[in-house]
């Protein structure tokens, strides 16, 4: 009973996982799911004070994070930063406009890692020795150890 138990709860949150619709991008669905898990369990949490500022929503996403990502492609994030950080899709339509603005003006590789250490860290986070350990975490969420 244990086993079926255990089954069914792997199910479901498989299931709530794939239920997310993340938006497509440079940054795969894989990958953005890892950041999302370390982030708030993938789940739409409020906004909370984080390092001096306020961090809300599926991808802790704060609201400078947020003005880079809408500046870089506008038309795409219609929603105010509290709407868009607590609506999944649109969360990953920032993310992956973040990543496509700032990615490529660093000598880092287009590789998850490359991208949860900028998610942390902000441009060049991935060249940032302090966002290692965020990469670490990210790599310890169910699923996400061989994430490229």
Request: aromatic share 10%; charged share 15%; glycine share 6%.
């Amino acid at each position: 009973m244990v086993g079926f138990l255990w089954l069914a709860c792997v199910v479901a949150m498989a299931t709530e996982a794939a239920a997310l619709n993340f938006t497509d991008g440079i940054v795969s669905h894989a990958c953005l799911e890892c950041i999302c898990k370390r982030a708030s369990g993938c789940q739409n949490d409020p906004c909370k004070m984080d390092l001096g500022s306020l961090s809300c929503g599926y991808f802790q996403i704060k609201e400078a994070y947020y003005q880079d990502c809408r500046e870089y492609a506008p038309l795409t994030i219609t929603k105010s930063w509290e709407q868009c950080s607590a609506d999944v899709q649109c969360a990953s339509q920032c993310v992956q406009n973040y990543m496509a603005r700032y990615v490529s003006h660093t000598n880092c590789s287009d590789t998850c890692e490359t991208y949860a250490r900028e998610h942390n860290g902000g441009p060049k986070g991935c060249a940032q020795a302090s966002t290692l350990g965020y990469w670490h975490e990210v790599q310890h969420e169910t699923g996400c150890q061989n994430v490229p």
